[in-house]
């Protein structure tokens, strides 16, 4: 019987021992698991910030890139940037100044006279002169001599002489190779502007009258400039056939128009009604 009984107790005690025993091994392999995890996430943040960090260094230029880039606007700006360059002159241009230079006998070059509207250079190279003659206003008129020359201004010929009312007239040398002549206060006693436009015709230099082309033109306070008295009339050259156009009365010195006119559609009616 105490046999039993001490057999029973010792079989007690290996069962507790080995109850325990279990008992740890899962409490320590939960201990495990969970340190593990720990450490695993602790490793994806940490790898996820080397990451972040690693992109913001390759995304942050360094300073040889930011001299590299500097050099690079710097190179496409300088190649933007438009080349100076001369600005191109017409034909027309380029004929007058080939022969600017060339002095007539009067002591006029045709540079000098081209800029008084009384030289022009047309077609192909070809050009002509209206040279003061000395002495040659009279009864009313002015006497100009007219050269010629068809080899760009090496050797001129002389063509019949030109006359021309006396007053106040001024001559703008057209691109086209004409002259225009606004005359005013000469011995016709017109009360208004006229207007000539004047071409070398192969023998003298030929006059159209531009009939009544500003007889129309409106002053500042209505008048009609053909009705206007005791005026002055300025001219500048534009370009093309239009004339910059200053209007002033003499009787109160003031500018009574300041306009740009066009003369294209007048020289046009007149020459086809030649």
């Excluded at 004339?243 to 007048?266: H, I, K, M, P, R």
Aim: charged share 25%; net charge negative.
């Amino acid at each position: 019987m105490k046999k039993k009984i001490l057999t029973a107790l010792i079989l007690s005690a290996m069962m507790t021992a080995s109850f325990a025993s279990c008992g740890n091994t899962k409490d320590n392999d939960s201990s495990k698991a969970d340190t593990n995890s720990i450490a695993s996430a602790d490793s994806v943040v940490t790898d996820e910030e080397d990451t972040t960090a690693e992109e913001e260094k390759e995304e942050e230029p360094t300073a040889e890139e930011d001299s590299s880039a500097a050099d690079d606007d710097s190179s496409k700006s300088d190649d933007s940037a438009p080349e100076d360059t001369e600005p191109e002159i017409s034909q027309h241009e380029s004929d007058i100044a080939s022969i600017a230079a060339y002095t007539f006998e009067s002591g006029n070059s045709f540079s000098d006279l081209n800029k008084m509207g009384l030289a022009n250079a047309y077609e192909n190279g070809k050009a002509y002169a209206i040279v003061p003659l000395e002495g040659g206003a009279a009864a009313g008129s002015v006497y100009y001599g007219v050269f010629n020359s068809t080899d760009g201004g090496a050797n001129w010929l002389p063509c019949e002489n030109y006359r021309e009312a006396n007053g106040t007239n001024t001559h703008i040398a057209l691109d086209d190779g004409a002259i225009l002549l606004i005359s005013t206060g000469s011995a016709r006693q017109e009360t208004y502007p006229v207007v000539s436009y004047l071409y070398f015709d192969g023998i003298g230099i030929k006059a159209v009258e531009l009939t009544d082309v500003l007889a129309k033109l409106e002053l500042t306070d209505g008048t009609l400039l053909k009705d206007a008295e005791n005026i002055g009339v300025e001219a500048a050259y534009s370009k093309g056939y239009k004339v910059d156009l200053t209007v002033t009365d003499y009787n109160s010195y003031e500018t009574v128009y300041e306009g740009q006119f066009d003369f294209a559609d007048a020289i046009e009616t007149a020459l086809n009604a030649q």
